[in-house]
């Protein structure tokens, strides 16, 4: 669980499997395009990922092809949660979720003459 934690604290490494879980297969240089940092400073990110076995790369020919694993995630999960306050946590990030999203979207009260 140490690697996992290790690997989850690096802002650019969260942003990464962020990419990879929304685009499964993604190779490894459409992922470095997205970086405003070298190949190998994302190659190393990605060892560390690759380590805590939260990203799978598959070799075709010459490309990586990287995948999401949220296998260890969710064993942090299981740890330090039950199933009745998984159930609660799940229903209050839905409305922190969705609070957020209402306040992204609701209209700006002083681009409309209201105070």
Same mark, same amino acid.
Request: hydrophobic share 40%; glycine share 6%.
């Given at each position: 669980?140490?690697?996992?934690?290790?690997? +989850?604290?690096?802002?650019?490494?969260?942003?990464?499997?962020?990419? %990879?879980? #929304?685009?499964?297969?993604?190779?490894?240089?459409?992922?470095?395009?997205?970086? #405003?940092?070298?190949?190998?400073?994302?190659?190393?990110? +990605?060892?560390? +990922?690759?380590?805590? *076995? +939260?990203? %799978?790369?598959?070799?075709?020919?010459?490309?990586?092809?990287? &995948?999401? *694993?949220?296998?260890?995630? =969710?064993?942090?999960? #299981?740890?330090?949660?039950?199933?009745?306050?998984? &159930?609660?946590?799940?229903?209050?990030?839905?409305?922190?979720?969705?609070?957020?999203?209402?306040?992204?979207?609701?209209?700006?009260?002083?681009? =409309?003459?209201?105070?």
């Amino acid at each position: 669980m140490d690697a996992v934690f290790q690997a +989850l604290a690096h802002e650019s490494r969260r942003r990464m499997l962020d990419i %990879v879980k #929304d685009e499964p297969g993604i190779g490894v240089g459409a992922l470095a395009a997205d970086f #405003d940092v070298s190949r190998i400073a994302v190659m190393k990110h +990605l060892s560390v +990922l690759e380590e805590a *076995n +939260l990203i %799978v790369s598959e070799k075709h020919g010459r490309t990586r092809k990287l &995948y999401f *694993n949220a296998a260890p995630i =969710q064993m942090i999960h #299981d740890r330090w949660t039950s199933d009745y306050s998984a &159930y609660w946590a799940g229903h209050m990030t839905r409305i922190k979720y969705l609070a957020e999203a209402r306040h992204e979207t609701a209209p700006d009260e002083k681009k =409309q003459g209201k105070s």
